[in-house]
Structures are given as structure tokens and as C-alpha cells.
């Protein structure tokens, strides 16, 4: 099994920034994509942006867009989230995910692409 952590949430407000990160341990991989999403109460979770493993390739979702950053640091197996420019709209429960690899240097935006889950980290932004 893959352990996935998230760290770095808090409550900020409007315009500030924070930086999110994901540690993996356990069972490795040859390669992991991997992908962060977010989540408020009574929505489904979103696709927030998402890297391969080489990070040459990445995709965020059209409302991060400009903002928020998402790279990886393989000798650590840990991907980060920086988020700048932060709206109220960006208050919610953000989740990484990992998706084993073999050879391929893909990256996912479906979450039913991804087979491990972080358990979430809460970032509030006050207007």
C-alpha cells in the first residue's frame, strides 16, 4: 500500500498564499503521476491540477489557472501545491492522489485514474 500525507493547510485570507504537500511512503513505485483535487460539503470533489512524473508535462483546472502551481519532487516522492492569489472560492478539502506507474509519463485528471488517496488537508480563505 501507498501512505499518502498532506500538510500545509490553514486559514488565510483573500490574496495570501500557501503551499500544500504531499509525502508518499510505503509500497513505491517505478513511477507515480500525481494529482491534487478539492472538495466542499455536499459537492463532488474536483480535479485542481494534476503532474507527471518527469514533470514536463502538467494540467490545472481552468479555475487555478494562473495561480496555483503543482510540481514534484521525486527524491523526496513528495508533490506540492502552491497556491497564490487565493479567493474565498478556493475554500475547501484538498486531496492528493497517486497513480502507480510502470513506464508510462502520464498525467490523470479523472480521479478513477488514481489509486491512492491523501485524507485531506483544509484551506480557508476569508474574504
Known amino acids: 500500500q501507498v501512505q499518502l500525507v498532506e500538510s500545509g493547510g490553514g486559514l488565510v485570507q483573500a490574496g495570501d498564499s500557501l503551499r500544500l504537500s504531499c509525502a508518499a511512503s510505503?509500497?513505491?513505485?517505478?513511477?507515480?503521476?500525481m494529482g491534487w483535487f478539492r472538495q466542499t460539503p455536499g459537492k463532488e470533489r474536483d480535479f485542481v491540477a494534476a503532474i507527471s512524473w518527469s514533470a514536463i508535462a502538467t494540467y490545472y483546472a481552468d479555475s487555478v489557472k494562473g495561480r496555483f502551481t503543482i510540481s514534484i519532487d521525486n527524491a523526496k516522492k513528495t508533490v506540492y501545491l502552491q497556491m497564490n492569489s487565493l479567493k474565498p472560492e478556493d475554500t475547501a478539502v484538498y486531496y492528493c492522489?497517486?497513480?502507480?506507474?510502470?513506464?508510462?509519463?502520464?498525467?490523470?485528471?479523472?480521479?478513477?485514474?488514481?489509486?491512492?488517496w491523501g485524507q485531506g488537508t483544509q484551506v480557508t480563505v476569508s474574504s
Open positions: 492522489a497517486a497513480r502507480g506507474l510502470d513506464y508510462s509519463d502520464s498525467y490523470y485528471i479523472d480521479g478513477q485514474d488514481y489509486d491512492y
Open positions: 510505503g509500497r513505491t513505485f517505478r513511477r507515480y503521476a
